[in-house]
């Protein structure tokens, strides 16, 4: 298991009980090491909960640097750095495929299926391990099954219809908090 495994691991269950979900953990190495911790608002499923802020980026900071202290996973220095996923946020664990059915993704394959590695394409959700996708840009809107264990990376794309959901959320999150 990779380190930054181990620490999704670690604080996960603290960010989950202070009302946060983590979307990726990541440790890019260098000189002084960079972990990043992708966090949000746990949404019970929703695509996107409207709203993360700097105050939720210093109380999962405070938190994490806790348990990091406590357990020192990396030996040697390391800058920490937490951030929100944004609107076009990476999809990482086989539920964020199903979460933001509907969308339009990018994903990437470490290994060529059906002679590509680069796919685009509206998200159809789940099977089993797979991935279904749906090409939105040709004529034929091939349909992709594409194995989850082979992705390397994948992320929403910017349309005008996320970002509509993503305005109507943050109004609808500001009304609740007046």
């Excluded at 604080?11 to 953990?25: D, F």
């Excluded at 076009?88 to 394959?109: C, H, I, N, Q, S």
Aim: hydrophobic share 40%; glycine share 10%; aromatic share 4%.
């Amino acid at each position: 298991m990779s380190t930054a495994a181990k620490i999704e691991q670690m604080i996960a269950p603290t960010l989950e009980a202070m009302g946060y979900a983590v979307v990726r953990v990541k440790l890019q190495g260098g000189q002084r090491p960079v972990l990043q911790i992708m966090a949000e608002r746990e949404t019970g499923g929703e695509p996107h909960d409207g709203g993360f802020n700097i105050d939720d980026c210093t109380e999962i900071s405070r938190a994490v640097s806790a348990i990091l202290d406590v357990e020192d996973p990396i030996p040697e220095a390391y800058n920490l750095e937490v951030s929100s996923p944004g609107l076009d946020r990476p999809l990482v664990k086989l539920k964020d495929f199903d979460r933001f059915k509907g969308f339009v993704a990018r994903v990437e394959l470490g290994h060529a299926h059906e002679g590509r590695k680069r796919f685009r394409g509206r998200l159809l959700g789940i099977e089993g391990e797979s991935v279904k996708l749906q090409d939105d840009e040709g004529k034929d809107a091939t349909l992709w099954s594409l194995p989850h264990g082979d992705i390397t990376s994948a992320k929403l794309v910017l349309t005008d219809e996320l970002l509509r959901l993503g305005a109507a959320q943050k109004a609808a999150a500001e009304h609740a908090a007046e």
